[in-house]
């Protein structure tokens, strides 16, 4: 068997461990073998960078993506590989130079269009941002994730007409597009269009039941709406879904210092401060915790035994 079928042989059990067991250092070793039989495998050496990029080893991921420029200095994705490790490495001029090169051998290439919105976002270019946004827009009408990436740009702006507008853009392309309806619903609580809010949670979690910081949200509308039997029933999911949430029990904590303040027995109280003691124990610094059980222990009630 010659080497190039011996590397590739190496690189398919380097994805099966990439793909079964992520953590390992396994995948490491088999993509590295495969390259030591092969040392212009190309998707080896990406796969390799992607792992280094995951661990955070920045300076790994950035000489298997410059070995892949070497070996492929065609191809656009090759650079927006590396322009992406100088993002993380916080070298943005270096990052938008080979987003531009990428341009430079595909005008067309959305991916290094979408890239060069992102930094010029992380220069505090806004306007400049807008305008890529757009032309990226206006390159690939039907790609959602440009219109999502504006939209949240228009949202950290305040600009609240114009993300709404963006993310429904989004969601007619594609309407099961999670994280734009996950947006949606948090833009309508902060201008106070609670039934339009419920709309967008409720469709996250027919998509994501399991979506913990959704139930999350759908409490709280229903806590301020004051709908409580279905706040409390939404923040218990919530806490069953991530026991360790510490919005939650507290959102909960304080619907049930309601219901204590006006029927007040040693239990519900006791219940309440094994709860907030609980999140203070995850993270003594939880303010809203803490005022919660300032509030709580400073009570002056005739409890009911």
Avoid at 111 to 123: D, G, H, R, S, T
């Amino acid at each position: 068997m010659d080497k190039k079928n011996i590397a590739r042989e190496w690189f398919i059990k380097g994805c099966r461990y990439d793909s079964l067991e992520p953590d390992s250092d396994q995948a490491i070793e088999t993509y590295r073998k495969s390259i030591k039989f092969d040392n212009k495998f190309t998707d080896a050496y990406i796969n390799l960078g992607f792992i280094y990029l995951k661990r955070e080893k920045y300076d790994d991921a950035l000489k298997c993506f410059e070995k892949v420029v070497e070996l492929e200095p065609n191809n656009p994705e090759t650079y927006n590989n590396l322009g992406y490790v100088y993002e993380k490495m916080e070298q943005i001029g270096s990052a938008k130079q080979m987003y531009n090169h990428a341009l430079e051998i595909d005008p067309g290439n959305t991916e290094a269009m979408l890239n060069i919105a992102q930094v010029l976002e992380l220069e505090g270019n806004y306007h400049g941002a807008v305008q890529q946004y757009r032309k990226t827009i206006e390159t690939d009408p039907h790609a959602a994730a440009s219109h999502f990436c504006l939209a949240v740009l228009y949202d950290r702006h305040d600009m609240f007409d114009e993300a709404i507008q963006e993310y429904q853009n989004v969601l007619g392309k594609n309407p099961d597009y999670l994280k734009a309806l996950f947006n949606l619903g948090n833009l309508y609580v902060q201008l106070g269009d609670y039934p339009k809010a419920i709309i967008s949670f409720e469709r996250v979690l027919k998509l994501e039941p399991d979506n913990a910081k959704a139930w999350n949200n759908l409490g709280s509308i229903y806590e301020e709406t004051k709908v409580y039997d279905k706040a409390v029933a939404a923040f218990e999911q919530s806490i069953s879904l991530n026991p360790l949430q510490e919005e939650a029990h507290v959102n909960l904590a304080r619907i049930q210092y309601l219901e204590y303040c006006s029927n007040p027995e040693s239990s519900k109280k006791e219940k309440i401060a094994r709860r907030l003691n609980f999140i203070l124990s995850v993270n003594p610094h939880n303010k809203r915790g803490q005022k919660l059980l300032e509030e709580l222990t400073g009570a002056h009630f005739r409890e009911v035994s």
